[in-house]
């Protein structure tokens, strides 16, 4: 069964660095999404992608962050200046029409020092 | 604003009790409703959505507009059920693709 894979699966990275959080979705899918989780703290949806624009992002998607998808395969999530607060686990999903299953990655765990 | 309450943050039982795993949720609108799992070392994935009706895994989830909940059922939980379980609305329309907003989750131990 096609899943969705994301890496790495753990960056540590210092404050003010550059990272970028890689996924590749299901091939078929047409919607892409980020998620984020915060240790202990609930998992927040960052942006949505579809059509190779940005449909929708939430407040925490601020001009620090940015989104990819350089080559009809690959889905990338960029953090220009990293600080402290943006350490937590990434999750990329993607599903093939809204309101459908959003199959998700495993995550990449962010750590910034 | 979009709000998503899992008022339990710990649910225990013992094998073959019932389990009800409680979600309330404001939303403008009609959300689409989905019930998502992690178990251990596991990606998330979904368990059941509201508009299909289905039981899987034993598990039902019904959906009571007026009161605005959406409470996950199983009637004899089994040990493999221990996971973390989220409540999820989703809203589409307007400026909305499928954005879910997660509850807290609700991390359910099934005893033998």
């Known amino acids: 069964e096609p899943e969705v894979t994301q890496t790495p699966s753990h960056q540590v990275t210092q404050m003010g660095q550059e990272v970028i959080l890689r996924c590749v979705p299901i091939?078929?899918?047409?919607?892409f999404y980020w998620y984020r989780q915060i240790l202990g703290q609930k998992v927040e949806f960052l942006v949505s992608?579809?059509?190779?624009?940005?449909?929708?992002k939430s407040e925490i998607f601020d001009d620090q962050f940015s989104v990819e998808r350089p080559d009809g395969s690959n889905f990338t999530l960029k953090i220009r200046s990293t600080k402290l607060e943006d350490s937590a686990m990434y999750f990329c999903?993607?599903?093939?029409?809204?309101?459908?299953?959003?199959?998700f990655g495993p995550g990449t765990r962010l750590t910034v020092t | 604003a979009q709000r998503v309450t899992q008022p339990e943050k710990l649910l225990s039982v013992f094998k073959g009790a019932p389990v009800e795993l409680k979600c309330n949720y404001s939303?403008?609108?009609?959300?689409?409703l989905f019930w998502y799992v992690q178990y251990s070392r596991q990606r998330l994935q979904l368990l059941l959505r509201?508009?299909s009706r289905e039981s899987i895994k034993g598990f039902t989830a019904d959906l009571n507009k007026g009161e605005t909940s959406f409470h996950l059922k199983k009637p004899f939980a089994q040990e493999e059920d221990s996971a973390m379980y989220y409540c999820?609305?989703?809203?589409?329309?307007?400026?909305?693709?499928?954005?879910?907003?997660f509850g807290q989750g609700t991390i359910l131990t099934v005893h033998p």
């Open positions: 999820a609305p989703s809203k589409t329309g307007g400026t909305s693709y499928g954005k879910l907003t």
């Open positions: 509201h508009i």
């Open positions: 999903a993607s599903s093939r029409d809204l309101n459908y299953e959003q199959y």
């Open positions: 992608f579809y059509n190779n624009e940005i449909s929708e």
């Open positions: 091939s078929n899918h047409l919607y």
């Open positions: 939303y403008s609108g009609s959300p689409e």
